[in-house]
């Protein structure tokens, strides 16, 4: 699986837009980004995924670069309740896959 | 409601003693995960389990032990052989051969 590189903490004012980059300059064609976050104390939960096309849901946009080689997850209007770690994850569709996580981004809204 | 549950949320044991930590699911998924995190740090793998019956070693398995004996339970051993036990513990389900997992709320032992 292709590794990721992620700024080890960010902050951002509540109401505004939270851009979180990701970068896996080795994924290869058949490989997914994943964002998953986690709540102090609480179990990561998953967020989105993408290919190549940008995608949205109700929780984030995933952006995607034209090469693949680096991604953002933007939360376009953050609230206090999104101070969480993010982690970006690389892996290939099907398959046996054990889900792994590194450090992420710490990320803290303030008022 | 479907989801995964861990019990008890928090968990305090005395040193050398074997604790069980529970983990239960009734999302219909093949694979289940334990997880150990420390302060600061990502989430490590200790055991997971692809199949009822069977089970294999993930990066930090020494000191604990795990069963599946049914689909929908993974419960986690932590043994007096773990040096240093006391960690925030998650258990992970999903169907196999994909990413998106659903996680439990955790468990926060403390031995003392």
């Known amino acids: 699986d292709a590794k990721t590189t992620q700024p080890t903490s960010m902050d951002c004012a509540e109401g505004r837009a939270a851009n979180l980059p990701c970068n896996h300059s080795t994924i290869s064609g058949n490989e997914y980004v994943y964002w998953y976050r986690q709540i102090h104390s609480q179990g990561p939960q998953y967020i989105i995924h993408g290919l190549k096309n940008n995608e949205t849901n109700e929780m984030a946009s995933l952006i995607i670069t034209e090469d693949r080689k680096s991604s953002t997850l933007i939360l376009p209007h953050a609230t206090l309740r999104d101070t969480a770690v993010y982690y970006c994850?690389?892996?290939?569709?099907?398959?046996?896959?054990?889900?792994?996580f590194g450090r992420g981004t710490s990320l803290i809204v303030h008022p | 409601d479907g989801g995964i549950t861990q019990s008890p949320k928090y968990l305090f044991r005395k040193e050398g003693q074997n604790v069980t930590l529970s983990c239960e699911q009734n999302l219909n998924h093949d694979a289940m995960y334990w997880y150990r995190q420390d302060p600061g740090q990502g989430l490590r793998l200790i055991y997971y389990s692809q199949i009822v019956n069977d089970f294999q070693k993930g990066d930090i398995a020494e000191g604990y032990s795990v069963s599946r004996e049914k689909k929908e339970s993974f419960p986690l051993t932590v043994t007096s052989a773990q040096k240093n036990p006391t960690a925030f513990y998650l258990c992970a389900s999903n169907f196999r051969g994909t990413t998106e997992a659903f996680f439990g709320q955790g468990t926060r032992l403390t031995v003392v």
């Open positions: 994850i690389v892996r290939a569709a099907g398959g046996s896959y054990i889900p792994t």
